[in-house]
């Protein structure tokens, strides 16, 4: 069957039930309140909480402004050093610098593209304040020798959970296998708001910190007593989020379906290396992404654009590597990360989003079995 439209990589699934939420926002008068918390943003909160298995969760604007928070709330300042991937989105470096700390980059298991926790133990020094696994892809990181690694040197764990909702680690989800986890709600995600996000936590204290923080540090209107921002989520994007909570499990077994169906249509494709999911983890399956093994950007970017071509929506997360961004690179100077490097110039992601119909599916497939063919890859 013949395509004429690009299968996107990934498509909000938005139906009447989200519609009719944001009218009863509109309808209520209530839009935000000035605490950072409404209604639907509390009922949004407990709902999460009681997904994830954490005993807090607290709502932001988006995942970006709730990694700052979870940075200032466990005390990260200048002179601190933060560990974090280099192969991830920007904002897992970016709210590093933004807290005044300095990040320290360490390579990745090149199997799920997680932080190795050997070269975190390697990268560990006095100034280390806390370290930023990322559950990439929705792979969940081996947090086991993490949490034991920080427990002995006293570094604050903070997942960055943004592209693993639902994902689980040895029977726990994503978000409790930390002292703080952040959630992105962006509009790609395996669950929206529009954007949006979440920190989840069973620290008391460090609950009480992140709210004030969310809203310029005040403990009662024009009583600020920290540092603090305008980090709140709006009624609207909280009244979306409860909804689309629901629907997160049938999203999550529709992902698992898809991808489960590609790597059986796939693994006989000796060049491409197959996404995995170890023993003990659930993957939350945000994105479907093979390795060109032996490639280069280049023979991997043409084999994107000829995906394209065939209306595969494929896409590179991440093609340049945050140590080697020019701003990172004049900041930390030259950081070695051979791993690193390699995989973002051989990873291509696919779409496996609830969306996708069979047919697209064994579209996707074929596609990319000829294209491998016409390269000569295989």
Not at 2 to 30: C, D, T, Y
Not at 125 to 138: C, E, S
Not at 332 to 351: D, F, M, R, Y
Request: hydrophobic content about 40%.
């Amino acid at each position: 069957m013949p395509f004429s439209e690009m299968i996107p990589i990934n498509r909000p699934m938005i139906g009447e039930e989200e519609i009719q939420a944001v009218i009863k926002v509109l309808r209520s008068g209530i839009l935000t309140e000035k605490s950072g918390c409404g209604p639907f943003a509390s009922k949004f909160e407990k709902a999460f909480a009681n997904y994830v298995g954490s005993k807090y969760a607290i709502s932001f604007n988006n995942g970006t402004s709730a990694l700052h928070a979870a940075l200032i709330a466990a005390g990260v300042g200048p002179k601190d050093e933060v560990i974090v991937p280099s192969f991830t989105f920007v904002a897992t470096a970016e709210v590093v610098v933004l807290a005044g700390a300095r990040p320290v980059f360490v390579d990745i298991d090149p199997k799920t593209y997680c932080m190795n926790p050997e070269e975190v133990k390697n990268a560990i020094n006095r100034r280390t304040k806390a370290m930023i696994p990322v559950h990439l892809y929705g792979h969940p990181c081996d947090m086991n020798p993490l949490i034991e690694c920080a427990r002995e040197h006293g570094i604050v764990v903070i997942e960055d959970a943004a592209q693993a909702h639902g994902a689980e680690y040895k029977g726990k989800k994503a978000g409790v296998l930390g002292d703080l986890a952040c959630f992105s709600f962006y509009a790609t995600k395996n669950m929206t708001t529009g954007e949006g996000g979440m920190i989840t936590t069973n620290s008391e204290e460090l609950t009480e910190k992140v709210r004030l923080i969310r809203s310029h540090g005040e403990k009662k209107p024009y009583e600020t007593v920290m540092i603090g921002h305008n980090y709140r989520l709006p009624e609207i994007e909280a009244a979306i989020g409860i909804v689309q909570l629901g629907k997160l499990p049938k999203f999550l077994e529709a992902r698992r379906k898809n991808a489960i169906f590609l790597v059986k249509e796939l693994l006989s494709v000796e060049s491409l290396q197959m996404p995995i999911e170890h023993d003990e983890c659930k993957h939350s399956w945000y994105l479907f992404t093979i390795r060109l093994k032996d490639a280069n950007s280049k023979i991997r970017n043409k084999m994107v654009k000829k995906l394209h071509e065939e209306h595969v929506g494929a896409a590179v997360y991440y093609p340049i590597p945050i140590h080697k961004m020019s701003y990172y690179h004049e900041l930390l100077g030259k950081v070695n990360l051979p791993e690193t490097e390699e995989a973002a110039q051989q990873v291509i992601s696919l779409p496996v989003h609830p969306a996708i119909q069979e047919v697209e599916l064994d579209h996707i497939a074929s596609a990319v079995k000829k294209v491998v063919t016409s390269l000569a890859i295989d």
